[in-house]
């Protein structure tokens, strides 16, 4: 349980250096010409995707943050899935899966299972708050830790913040639980999608589209335990720091728990877009591995 809180806490921290700014605007255009590609911010790009999150436009946010061919690989891959055949096992499998949150019992059953779970931890909660809190200002105080100087940074600017959410909110509560499984549920209810036959029957787009829903009921369940996404994309800014070319250097922040957390990236720009390096030379690298098989 220390563990476990502690890696929660940290993931939390560090959540602006999880969120790469690689996000794109869209562009009916072809191509973008070099005039147009130098002028690019990787700031635009950031201000779209909170644009296309604060709409629950989950559709425009995988096009916005796949480059054009990896979109098409994986409108390529879905539709090639849709071609294989449907064993009954399969069919039974996944039809019994998805009763479990579309079915209008599916509250209620989820419940009977979580609710034993939820009694057992209660006693336990008090205890393993403190020793995460402990484990939290330790990894901050102590030189030996295996954080980074930008995610100690990081953690401690955010811990009074953290204690505060963590201590004020009951994450245990049977009623908050319920809540958000009722939002979840009644969200994949909306989807209109009951069986995997009739969800074979739509294409790649059709269940982005349908899943806009979804991640707007999340978001919803997330405010119930104190989180307001919305909130945090809304605070999300990008820095350029320096530019050379197609590559750049940039600061992204976002406003945690109260808190400032920052953390730099090294961004190329590719066919006008930014993009990770690290995640961009990974798109090469399998690209490159599938042409050479």
Do not use: C
Not at 98 to 118: H, N, Q, R, T
Request: glycine share 6%; net charge negative.
């Amino acid at each position: 349980m220390k563990r476990t809180v502690l890696s929660i806490a940290l993931a939390v921290a560090s959540f602006a250096g999880a969120v790469q700014p690689l996000l794109a605007q869209e562009r009916s255009q072809a191509s973008v010409s070099a005039s147009a590609a130098a002028t690019l911010d990787p700031a635009q790009q950031v201000h779209e995707w909170v644009r296309l999150f604060r709409a629950d436009d989950l559709a425009g946010l995988v096009q916005a943050v796949l480059p054009p061919e990896k979109l098409q690989e994986a409108r390529l891959a879905y539709e090639l899935g849709r071609l294989q055949p449907i064993s009954e096992e399969d069919r039974a499998q996944f039809n019994a899966e998805f009763a479990k949150f579309s079915g209008p019992d599916a509250v209620d059953e989820l419940m009977a299972k979580i609710e034993p779970e939820l009694e057992k931890a209660r006693p336990q909660v008090g205890g393993a708050l403190m020793m995460g809190f402990g484990a939290m200002h330790m990894a901050v105080a102590s030189p030996d830790s295996d954080l980074t100087d930008a995610q100690r940074a990081a953690l401690e600017s955010a811990l009074p913040g953290i204690q505060e959410w963590a201590t004020s909110h009951d994450f245990l509560s049977s009623e908050s639980m319920r809540e958000a499984l009722t939002l979840l549920t009644d969200a994949v209810r909306q989807t209109g999608i009951s069986d995997l036959d009739q969800a074979r029957q739509l294409s790649f787009d059709d269940v982005l589209s349908r899943a806009d829903v979804v991640l707007a009921a999340a978001k919803d369940a997330l405010r119930i335990y104190g989180l307001d996404a919305d909130a945090i994309a809304d605070s999300l800014q990008v820095e350029m720091l320096e530019r050379d070319g197609d590559t750049a250097r940039v600061r992204a922040s976002v406003v945690l728990f109260g808190a400032p957390i920052w953390s730099e990236h090294e961004l190329v720009l590719q066919n006008g877009r930014w993009y990770g390096k690290k995640a961009a030379s990974k798109w090469a690298f399998v690209s490159k591995a599938k042409s050479e098989g």
